[in-house]
């Protein structure tokens, strides 16, 4: 027997044990998010999947679909708190993106877009914090991290490396890098590992391939973030059921 | 206690047992004996630890900095916190602190460059009824004036030790003002136990069935605390931490969740600002805690149990530890309770400053030895909570209140308080009044009684529940306290006439920046925002369109916050916008938006050049 809850008045089927994030997504209803990855513990900290059931918000990314809910999410409230939410990732750090090499393949700067976001709203934070390029091929820019915790989550989980962890308390908290010297460049990171390729933006990228494709040509100029995101999860359901 | 020593650390992690050091559960207690011992905790012992204990050491360093009373660097022989809530600053600690560094001549917040001293702000203490008061290497100090703080600072200078300082500088007074049916007459140790058993009611849930006849939390269910369980149902007893959650519901839930251990989790981290019911029931009451948290115990079938105690109450340990083994030797606790089969015993942890520590979630992690950062919501603590195990998080008076109702009764327990607040409580009173200190009322007392019962008739304010709480203006006096109006820890700070609320809210705002985790975006920059404006109207630069974005922030923040601090996080900028609006407008720059320049007239130019006239070329509609 298949279950079923409502998003925004649609029937969504459902798995046991799938939140109503996994469910929307698998039935091809996109909701914004950017700490959430399919392969990673969820871990609500962006606060963008915030859905409204029984009239309490609820992150969707951790909250189990059961049957017969009703989910709100697509209300004008919701998306513009999840504009605000967005904007407020954007003054936090320092984000130039015409200056980014990772413009137009950046889930941050893609879901600013998918929100409706045209400026930044709050007062710039300017924060001054660390560059880490140590590394020959791996670079750490703090700028640009959003503290959204795939790169640790997918060091420890995915990787099995525990490269990287949250330093410090509140907006004063940072990425820190295990290592002896806390640099990137004594830790056990490699171009390859899932933690540089998850990140949802430039805060860590692999150097000196940043523009080998032209800008226009990236990935999230041709296709729409929701669009890719569902396609993404569809053939990760395919391959992991 | 530790006493500061010449031990090199490699040697002084060798007094700690090797099974212990190498456990990363024991991480922040083992952390928190080495700051004590030394005053930070150095590079050498964190790395020794995360060897041994087989974690990154970037895990480690993540715990100290987090943690306020965790240092990294070397902090001086003397390590004096000041608590700042408020109270604090109402008394007078400003000029206190100031006091306190020229005299040591030392800047705030610095060590003294010959290592001798450091002067820091910390979070409310605690002592909000006989401040401002202060922590000097741990240990509270109340009371403060220029003369102490004078002699503090000689004693400092002259390097006197702690043990040789004058004795009435740490007293700690319990000042309970008024007294109703629950503490009137306090419950004999073992009173609750022996009427718990004695009442039976064996229930044996799935899970246990497999267990071994021997196990000890086989004893507990089949010695029955099913009936005790009915009485705290019909007691209708709602968590005393401010959530207000059941108590019935919750234990019922442990005692039937699957998986094996199950542990019984007493919360002693009272951050509140303004709070210090659980000091008072601690000091006074602590076999009234111990044995809730026993009967709990038998309830859901749980041999262990952890009193989570905040780190400004460490001068409490030996107390605490007195009181453990005096019920371990009148068979009230550990193996073979009142020479039954059951087995209970409680051990105490400290936290090490953090307020969101508070938060349930929070509490399990650092109890686990980790960063105390609020977990997700699923699966709840009742089903996996420490150690990914069913566990019971109550407050300390939720337990106190527990004792009392398996002593007299569910019922006995109901007949006081509201519809919905059964029982009495513990209120929390300080500021400007004249009798500041613990109060015991039925639930559903008008804040207005508590105000004529401790002398404050000319309140021109009251924060009820700490700054998380509710900010009342006289209009407002005849609410009363109790889960239908005004919830909370049951905390009321009084603000007199002569005060400027403006301050209060600045206290709050810088609090719930300092004490924000981090984890979710909409708290992390939330409380900083807010923070900034409430700075920006300090300068008297606030307009009506910063007022309104105040309110926006606060709004998205109690939507899209991950936890309780977030969504709370706001109120004392809501509530003074609306109950006290003059300190806003005072700040303000004018009450009307006026733009720097006028449009219509910088259009004038376009005008002459293009030489047009018509309405069109006008923003303000103009006369044909």
């Known amino acids: 027997m298949t279950s079923s809850f409502f998003l925004d008045g649609k029937e969504i089927p459902f798995k046991e044990g799938q939140t109503v994030l996994q469910a ?11 700490c959430w990855r399919p392969e990673l513990e969820p871990h609500s900290s962006c606060r ?39 904007q407020l990732l954007f003054v936090e750090g320092n984000h130039y993106c015409p200056s980014c090499e990772e413009s137009g393949n950046c889930k941050l700067q893609a879901t600013a877009y998918h929100v409706g976001m045209q400026d930044s709203h709050f007062p710039h934070q300017f924060p001054i914090r660390e560059r880490d390029s140590s590394h020959p091929r791996v670079n750490l820019d703090r700028d640009r991290c959003i503290r959204c915790e795939t790169c ?82 569809a053939n990760q359901e395919a391959v992991h059921g | 206690m530790y006493s500061a020593t010449a031990t090199p650390v490699p040697d002084f992690l060798d007094l700690i ?3 212990r050091r190498s456990d990363p559960h024991a991480l922040l207690q083992i952390l928190i004996q080495i700051q004590h011992a030394y005053h930070h905790v150095p590079q050498e012992a964190a790395k020794r630890l995360a060897a041994e204990m087989g974690i990154p050491l970037v895990r480690v360093q993540g715990l100290l900095s987090f943690y306020s009373f965790l240092s990294p660097q070397p902090q001086g022989e003397y390590v ?95 000042q309970i003002r008024r007294s109703d049916v629950v503490f009137r007459k306090p419950i004999e140790p073992g009173a609750g136990i022996r009427a718990s058993l004695e009442r039976g009611g064996a229930f044996l849930p799935e899970w246990a069935e497999d267990l071994a006849p021997s196990d000890a939390r086989r004893h507990h269910l089949e010695r029955g605390g099913a009936e005790t369980l009915k009485e705290i149902y019909h007691s209708d007893l709602r968590g005393r931490g401010g959530a207000g959650f059941k108590t019935g519901i919750k234990w019922e839930s442990v005692r039937d969740a699957k998986a094996g251990d199950h542990y019984v989790l007493c919360n002693a981290d009272e951050g509140e600002p303004g709070t210090f019911k659980d000091r008072v029931l601690l000091t006074d009451y602590a076999d009234m805690v111990f044995e809730g948290m026993t009967i709990c115990g038998h309830v859901v079938g749980s041999k262990i149990g952890i009193l989570y105690l905040r780190q400004e109450y460490w001068y409490m340990k030996e107390h605490l530890e007195n009181v453990l083994n005096s019920r371990r030797e009148a068979a009230l606790l550990g193996k073979g309770i009142l ?14 400053g953090a307020y969101i520590c508070g938060m349930e979630t929070a509490m399990i992690k650092s109890i686990e030895g980790r960063r105390g950062i609020p977990r997700r919501r699923w699966p709840l603590p009742v089903h996996q909570g420490y150690l990914r195990c069913p566990t019971v998080v109550n407050n300390v008076e939720t337990f106190a209140a527990a004792t009392v109702i398996s002593a007299k009764g569910g019922a006995w327990f109901a007949h006081n308080g509201t519809g919905q607040s059964t029982g009495t409580k513990l209120f929390c009173v300080s500021g400007d009044c004249e009798r500041p200190g613990i109060y015991e009322y039925p639930w559903g007392v008008s804040v207005h009684e508590v105000l004529r019962d401790c002398g404050a008739l000319d309140a021109q304010g009251v924060q009820v529940g700490g700054p998380s709480g509710t900010m009342i203006n006289t209009q ?8 239908e109006d005004l919830v909370g ?120 050049l293009t030489g047009r006239n018509d309405s069109e070329a006008h923003l303000a509609p103009v006369e044909a």
């Open chain 1, 24 to 34: 929307a997504m698998g039935a091809g209803q996109y909701i914004p998010h950017l």
């Open chain 1, 48 to 86: 963008l999947c915030i859905v409204i059931i029984s009239g309490k918000p609820f992150s969707s990314c951790t909250q189990p679909a059961m049957e017969g809910q009703k989910v709100e999410c697509n209300t004008p409230k919701l998306n513009a708190m999840r504009r605000a939410v967005t």
């Open chain 1, 152 to 233: 640790v989550r997918a060091s420890r989980e995915l990787d099995g490396k525990n490269v990287f962890a949250i330093h410090g308390r509140g907006i004063k908290s940072r990425l820190a890098v295990n290592s002896p010297t806390s640099l990137l460049k004594d830790s056990g990171i490699s171009p390859d590992d899932m933690a540089v390729k998850l990140c949802p933006t430039g805060a860590l990228t692999v150097k000196r391939v940043g523009f080998e494709w032209p800008i226009g040509q990236r990935i999230y100029d041709k296709e729409s973030l929701a669009t890719i995101e569902l396609r993404e999860y």
């Open chain 2, 17 to 19: 047992p090797p099974e």
């Open chain 2, 80 to 174: 004096i916190h000041f608590s700042d809530n408020i109270t604090d600053q109402m008394f007078g600690n400003r000029e206190l602190v100031a006091l306190m560094c020229q005299r040591l001549d030392v800047n705030l917040g610095e060590t003294r460059k010959d290592g001798r001293v450091s002067v820091h702000f910390t979070s409310c203490t605690g002592m909000c009824d006989q401040g401002p008061a202060a922590l000097v290497n741990y240990l509270p100090v109340t009371n403060l004036d220029r003369e102490r703080i004078e002699r503090i600072a000689d004693l400092v200078n002259a390097q006197i030790p702690l043990k040789d300082w004058p004795a009435e500088f740490f007293v700690v007074k319990s």
């Open chain 2, 339 to 352: 020479g039954t089969d059951l087995d209970f015993d409680i051990e105490l942890q400290f936290g090490a």
């Open chain 2, 476 to 483: 407002e006096f005849d609410r009363s306290a109790c889960f």
């Open chain 2, 489 to 608: 820890t049951g905390t009321l700070m009084i603000f007199g006439p002569q005060r400027d609320m403006f301050e209060v809210v600045k206290n709050f705002a810088l609090f719930f920046q300092h004490e924000s985790c981090g984890l979710c975006t909409p708290c992390r920059l939330g409380t900083t925002l807010l923070a900034n404006y409430v700075r920006k109207f300090e300068q008297g630069c606030g307009s009506p369109v910063d007022l309104e974005e105040l309110r926006n922030i606060s709004g998205l923040m109690k939507t899209m916050a991950h936890c309780g601090l977030g969504q709370t996080a706001n109120h004392h900028i809501t509530e003074s916008i609306e109950k006290f609006p003059a300190i806003w407008a005072n700040r303000m720059k004018t009450t009307e938006f006026v733009p720097a320049f006028d449009l219509d007239r910088a259009l004038e130019e376009a005008r002459g």
